[in-house]
């Protein structure tokens, strides 16, 4: 089997992407998705607040999905269904598997799609022992809207992910007891909006600078105890909060997922644990684009989409034409800035740039540098948190003038 | 139905036994209190195949294990189970370590111990580049290797019910009448006679004994809490790498494991209740202990931690005999390490005696193979293909990071011993083992196992009463 473009992933970034491909003239697109429907995460996200950035409409999940799977299907985009992808190498390659077989597509060019998965709490070290009612908040997000169980009826929730954050609203609606969210850091690291109206408005307590003592419960987990931190996340003796229920949820962070990637050799960047790339999103693997969580952990779908028509453009341009030399200059964090997306960025695209970066922790009245090496611009921002991906705006002259692009963010009070 | 024999306990012990038994014209049921096999220190171990270095001379502790790890290999291959004779080492760190790793070397040819050495530093840093740099020599045991013990476990009794024997699970042994035959009474009522009986208890050996009025041993009980990384790991050492012994045991170990993770414990510490709740302080004790003997473990990659629980007795040694004050009754207790590597040899050397007892001939039609949980995913694609071509279950992948398939999942639940929660099934597949904890399977797996016995989601149990995955009700 042959095709232009395989991109592996349905969710919203391989839908969007694909859309994008075509429209761009590159029709010989095949869309690999491992579930049954496509539309990824979004299918089981019901709640509202998709889309406001980009049709400023409050659409839930799954209609912000079937806005682009209607797309992809209006063209007659091809998408298999039920197909693993087990293996991918760097000429492009792509082996798959379903209940038809095993069989290999050779594409011109392939785009990464495939998204994240949650940290699991296994990762966390925690002491005590190992019942039934530990979930991740995803998993506890699918019993619920897919499959219309209630994993539990006293829950706390460690971790103030998005994902968390959503759960906690959601169990309370169905009528769970939310008995509070602990979350580690001084600072969540979900949405502002999402504190409010999951957590606020339902009168769930947030307990920041906590984390979690010990799990007990034989068969059925049946307490947690929390207990305070230090700066250092230490914990403080005496400080523990002891809480009887039936569900631990943990929404302790996404990890992009990348194994098919690095078994294919694509360069990783350990900081947001995607693939390094340019600003079309190719990887340092001529042919190979990436875009949306498999990239970096994105806070709204909005950005996925439009990444992955990025990606979905230049792979179409690939794919037609054929690879193109480029210049390099490379992105890179300052002061505050944990990341800065894309890592490369080309100066014979001789095209304006938007680069996306997450600060290291909150700022109010935050001023933004960016340090091209010929020039410095700052600008202002009222407030940035490391929970909100913040971008900033490179015109094709700035760029061109550009030894290196390095962001900054300082001032403001915390 | 009354049977010749009754096995009380489906740990490794008493699965190898089983299948050993399994062998003569003998009927044969094994009791279970848990939900599944496995479901006491075999599921919870190191999974080392020691070579024999340790047990002191003339024990029955140094006669098994060499025994045992001897039979190691051609069980394994028999029974389709995960073994690798991948060598241990023993670090010494100075010349009164040295001193030690002498006395182990002694000591292992004395329990025919076959090829160890004591090597320097260059020969141990070209077998292993991340033992710790202070190192000044080890004690190299080619004979060592690692099984995945509860795979061990769940083949052997399988291979033994294929073979005629009976298993009954949640079935606690919790009363025993002793007459010219035993009627061994579980707690749910139901009640099984048996010419004889061998206590394989494990953590419940003293009470088994003491229902048939022994009481000519204690059990006692010793955590060791363990660290494990994800197979992203994999490679970060070839062999086990000990620490020397002390009183206390033998110490935090680092080792890849049969399915390509790498293990780091344990600890060791008095358990009077035989809870396996792991200790707050315990990762910082793990964590200090492992990097003494390597350097640069990477702990990013863990994926997760448990506990088990080693049951010893006042006698120091195990106890593989006739009850010397109860008639009927075998026991074998205080089946420590190296009880796993052990298994093989006590389950032999149990069903000879047993045999020899009965007067009873072995089968004729006796079958000990086994085919391995992983022969679906050591096929070549065409080999697949006909597969799923055959069942498309088969082709469709459910657990991600694990590579596991529907058709490999209700294999679990239709094979013997049948898997009947969600970690019978993890236990027999992978599903929900690798990096993500079962994070994306769960739901599928869950449903596979309600339809395959007709039970609501709900129903389902983690591993067996109490233990519901979804406890909420229907929204
Ligand atoms: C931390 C640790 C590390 C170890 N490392 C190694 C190693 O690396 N190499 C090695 O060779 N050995 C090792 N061992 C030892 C090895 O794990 C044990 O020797 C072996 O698993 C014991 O098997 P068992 O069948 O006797 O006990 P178990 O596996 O505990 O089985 C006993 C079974 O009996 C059942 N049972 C109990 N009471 C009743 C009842 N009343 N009615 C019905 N059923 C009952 C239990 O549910 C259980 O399933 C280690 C042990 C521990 C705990």
Redesign the interface.
Known sequence: MKRDIVIIGGGPAGLAAAVAAYDAGCKNVLVVERESEVGGVLKQCIHNGFGLTRFKENLTGPEYAHKFIEEAEKRGIEMLKDTFVTELTADKKVTCMNQSGIFTVEAKAVILAMGCRERSKGALNIAGTRPAGLFSAGTAQKYVNVKGMLPGKRVVILGSGDIGLIMARRLTLEGAKVLCVSEIMPYSSGLRRNIAQCLNDFGIPLYLEHTVAEIEGEGRVSGVTLVKVDENKRPIAGTEKHFDCDTVLFSVGLIPENELTERAGVALDPRTKGAVVDGDRQTQTEGVFACGNVLHVHDLVDFVSEEAEIAGRAAAEYALQGGRAHAYISAENGENVTYVLPQRVDKNKNAPQKLFFRVRKAFRNAVVTVDTGARRKTVKKIAVAPGEMESVALSAEEIGGAEYVKIAVTGGDR | MKYDVAIIGGGVIGALTARELARYALSVVVLEGAADVAAGASKANSGIVHAGFDAAEGSLKARYNVAGSRMMATVCEELGVGYENNGSLVLAFDEAQIGILETLLARGRANGVRDLRIIGREELFLREKHASGRAVAALYAPTGGIVCPFELTIAAMGNAMDNGVLLLTDFEVVRAENGKTVTLHAADGRAVSAGYVVNCAGAGAEKIARLFGDDSFTVGARKGEY??LDSAAKGFVKSTIFSVPTAAGKGVLVTPTADGNILIGPTSVEEPDF??????G??GEIIEKARAICDGIPFGE?????AGVRAYCDRHDFIVEESRKAENLFNTAGIESPGLTSAPAIGKAVAEKIAARFGAEKKKDFNPKRRAFSWFRKLG?AE??AV??ED??Y???VC??E?VTLGEIVNAIRQNPPART?DGVKLRTRAGMG??????C??ATL?TIAKEYGLS??EV???????????????
């Not at chain 2, 809870?275 to 707050?280: L, M, V």
């Not at chain 2, 990096?435 to 994306?440: D, H, M």
């Not at chain 2, 109490?466 to 929204?475: F, L």
């Open positions: 660290i494990l809870s396996t709740a792991i200790r707050r315990a990762f863990t994926i997760t931690s448990f694609a697949k293909n799923i071509a498309p279950a082709g469709k992948i991600r990071c590579s969600l990096r993500c904890q079962s994070g994306f769960q739901p449903e989601l709900g149990t983690k591993n067996g009463k109490n233990s519901a995955i979804v406890s909420g009700g229907a929204i």
